[in-house]
């Protein structure tokens, strides 16, 4: 697994920073889904911005999903995120993670990527991510500056954001699409929903064939309360003059290089790394018990009809098979 989200602060503490590779697991889900140039692009973007926000989780039992309804021809996407081992407070932990760090230097040999990741980073924890678009086959002209037309592709709409924390109620956030080219619309909602002033950048490369992301990755900066206007205004310059993430990206850069580009002179501190990768957590049982908690009426139908039914999961696009004697087993187990 070679995607992981870097989590550090500058400015003493004023500014919280994650940067993130995803090339990986937007390759993944290109290849669940078989996405076109242009919705592997913005299912990626989305998926790199889930999987950074779902650094900021707290517990193995959150999940947040993040949807995008649009009126251009994707339609929608959504993406669902939680994270797994997760670790608080990572810098004074060294002896109860030695064992992971030790794990992750033996893979980091082993992918031998040449460039300049830290291995000495403690590894917080591992950022699960899935997600889909309605429309995956979404083919749509380049923009006049060459780039993929992402936010012509989802139009206008709405981006929700739910954290399910297992409190009562999950907390919902809901704004209107600035852009649709995801990053902007991240900001936004960040600043309105969450009242947290971020900057977020968000980008997917594809090769221009088709079917290869050749790299994708992004960051999020947020401000927090107590940053002075000369921390804010340092922020906003640096923002507005770099290069694209895309380009840094294309470079070679890692996620550490980048964070190192832009805020060494702002007192970068890095704190820890997770791993990131597309995963999804379906399975036949899970999709049998979904098959039990349809009506008895339903499933005699189906069964009656002799053939064999097929449960497609959304998220990872994998397909279940059941006969007509399997439903006749789930029938009889939901009457018991
Ligand atoms: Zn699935």
Redesign the pocket.
């Known amino acids: 697994m070679s995607d992981y989200i870097i989590r550090a602060t500058a400015a003493e503490d004023c500014i919280r920073i994650f940067a993130a590779t995803t090339r990986d697991l937007v390759q993944k889900a290109h290849d669940a889904h078989n996405t076109s140039n242009v919705a592997t692009a913005a299912l990626g973007r989305l998926l790199t911005g889930g999987a950074i926000m779902g650094s900021m989780l707290k517990n193995e039992t959150d999940v947040m999903t993040l949807q995008i309804d649009g009126a251009g021809p994707i339609k929608g996407i959504t993406v669902t995120v939680g994270v797994e081992g997760i670790k608080e407070n990572n810098l004074s932990t060294e002896t109860s993670n030695e064992e992971n760090n030790n794990l992750n230097i033996i893979n980091k040999e082993g992918n031998n990527r040449g460039n300049t990741e830290n291995p000495s980073i403690p590894v917080a924890g591992l950022v699960h991510v ?1 997600g889909y678009c309605k429309n995956p086959s979404v083919e749509i002209p380049l923009k006049e500056n060459g780039k993929l037309d992402v936010g012509g592709a989802i139009g206008a709409g709405m981006l929700t954001i739910i954290k399910d924390m297992g409190l009562k109620e999950p907390f919902s956030g809901q704004t209107e699409l600035i852009s649709g080219e995801i990053a902007e619309d991240l900001t936004y909602y960040f600043a309105t929903s969450e009242q947290t002033p971020s900057a977020v950048a968000l980008g997917v490369l594809m090769a221009p064939e088709g079917g290869t992301v050749l790299c994708a990755g992004g960051f999020i900066v947020q401000l927090l309360p107590f940053a002075t206007e000369d921390v804010i205004s340092a922020l906003e310059n640096k923002i507005r003059t770099m290069e694209p993430i895309t380009d840094l990206l294309k470079k070679g850069n890692s996620p550490e290089d980048i964070l190192h580009l832009l805020f060494d002179d702002m007192g970068l501190e890095i704190n820890d790394r997770l791993d990131a990768e597309f995963k ?4 036949k049982e899970k999709v049998s018990k979904a098959i039990m908690s349809i009506e008895a009426k339903d499933i005699e139908e189906m069964i009656n009809d002799g053939k064999d039914i097929e449960v497609n ?6 397909s279940y098979k059941f006969t007509p004697e399997e439903l006749s087993k789930l029938l009889k187990n939901k009457n018991n």
């Open positions: 899935k999804c957590d379906c399975s999961c959304h998220f990872c696009n994998t």
